[in-house]
């Protein structure tokens, strides 16, 4: 058989026996050849070729089948391979590339066939490109929904946000800054000491406390590869994505996110979970930052087992300095005719303890869009006066919804 048909009479194969069809018949095609199956998501032709790491020249006589990726307004179509047979020049050498893409278990998985004279050649190819697909330049790395993909939307957010602009206790804020860059800084130390170099850190506190910010400022300041996990649920099971993330991660030095973490964490999966992040595998330049809001939903084994969270930091509420700090910097960030006077400023203080930086974030955001909706025809510090008071309302409200239970009595009369 010639390659003409080879795609086709491969596909037509039972799925189940479609990979062992396509090595056989590469096999006969080529007998003197090294033959390479992968399936790796890591083996991203494509971005190689386009970086200019090898030259690919397609077959004539077999058609390329591609699938074009919409990835959002304003962005560029994303080409991607399904079925093709490619010539690439690498360092001087031809290789051949076969792609195959085909349901398994309900997933699209894409197989790919390297066919060359010699298998330390098609291993050092396969490794370069893998190798250079795994490197994170200019995005966060994000897990979604059983698989990763490269976030330069994140990456951009992400910038904007550094330890000059997050308002925290100073001692908190010195300690976050020295703790993670010496850490990095100091493999050599932690490995002529016997000492594992890795670091787990849970952020505790409720929300709205500046926890997200901080790790924002943190992956922006240190400059190291970000993996960050939104889920650990799939069509796979979640003990298969945890040990996906972990594998992906010790290819360190990296920082791995797990926000919510006590969403994130149940009965099924803790142990495996626990397994990963400080079993028999080393972490070696594993850090992972974890945040939650509701440290008491957490297994002590995560919360309070050494070497596993080894670093605990509380963000609590705002004190009267942090919330002074942070009501001056937006008031010095407004045009001049919305700005408030020191006067207000000071009451604005005041009259704030309790609000978490989140709310009073929304106290300028509403008390702005307030001010436009009245066409600037009510004075800024009495829209905020206003607004401040619907906010307590609102808090004060949330507290009484948690503390107090319904009256059933009152409810079945008024059914």
């Not at 090898?54 to 919409?70: A, F, G, N």
């Not at 997050?166 to 100091?186: E, P, V, W």
């Not at 406390?209 to 590869?225: D, R, W, Y």
């Not at 006077?341 to 008390?367: H, I, M, P």
Request: proline content about 3%; some cysteine.
């Amino acid at each position: 058989m010639g390659i003409e048909n080879f795609i086709r009479d491969a596909l037509h194969q039972p799925f189940d026996y479609v990979a062992y069809h396509v090595a056989r018949e590469l096999a006969e095609l080529h007998p003197e050849k090294t033959i390479l199956e992968g399936t790796d998501w890591e083996f991203d032709l494509e971005a190689f070729v386009h970086d200019g790491k090898c030259s690919v020249v397609e077959q004539k006589s077999v058609l390329s089948h591609t699938r074009i990726d919409w990835e959002g307004r304003g962005k560029k179509l994303k080409p991607r391979t399904q079925n093709a047979w490619l010539n690439v020049l690498w360092n001087g050498e031809l290789l051949d590339v076969v792609f195959l893409t085909w349901n398994e278990s309900c997933y699209r998985i894409r197989h790919q066939w390297v066919v060359s004279e010699r298998r330390e050649l098609a291993e050092k190819f396969y490794d370069a490109v893998c190798e250079w697909s795994c490197e994170v330049r200019g995005e966060i790395l994000v897990f979604q929904d059983g698989y990763f993909q490269k976030n330069k939307d994140l990456f951009e957010s992400i910038k904007s946000a550094t330890f000059d602009n997050l308002i925290l206790r100073d001692a908190l804020k010195q300690q976050l800054q020295s703790d993670f860059a010496q850490f990095f800084s100091s493999r050599e130390t932690y490995e002529r000491y016997g000492i594992p170099w890795r670091r787990g850190a849970i952020f505790i506190g409720p929300p709205g406390n500046g926890k997200t910010h901080t790790i924002k400022a943190l992956i922006n300041s240190l400059g190291q590869p970000c993996l960050y996990v939104r889920s650990f649920k799939s069509d796979a099971t979640e003990q298969e994505n945890i040990a996906e993330i972990f594998k992906r991660a010790r290819m360190a030095p990296c920082v791995v996110v797990l926000e919510d973490l006590d969403a994130m964490i149940h009965d099924q999966n803790r142990s495996f979970f626990l397994n990963e992040l400080d079993g028999f595998q080393p972490n070696n330049g594993v850090v992972v930052l974890a945040t939650t809001n509701h440290a008491e939903k957490l297994d002590t084994a995560i919360l309070d087992r050494p070497s596993r969270f080894d670093r605990k930091y509380y963000f609590e509420l705002p004190g009267e300095v942090e919330r002074l700090r942070y009501v001056q910097k937006w008031n010095a960030e407004l045009q001049v005719e919305l700005r408030l006077a020191e006067t207000t400023v000071a009451w604005v203080v005041k009259k704030t303890e309790g609000f978490s930086f989140a709310y009073l974030k929304e106290l300028f955001v509403s008390s702005m869009a307030q001010w436009m909706s009245n066409s600037g025809g009510v004075q800024m510090s009495e829209v905020v006066v206003e607004q401040l008071k619907l906010l307590r309302g609102q808090m004060n409200g949330k507290q009484e919804g948690r503390g107090k239970k319904p009256d059933k009595r009152k409810a079945n009369k008024s059914n």
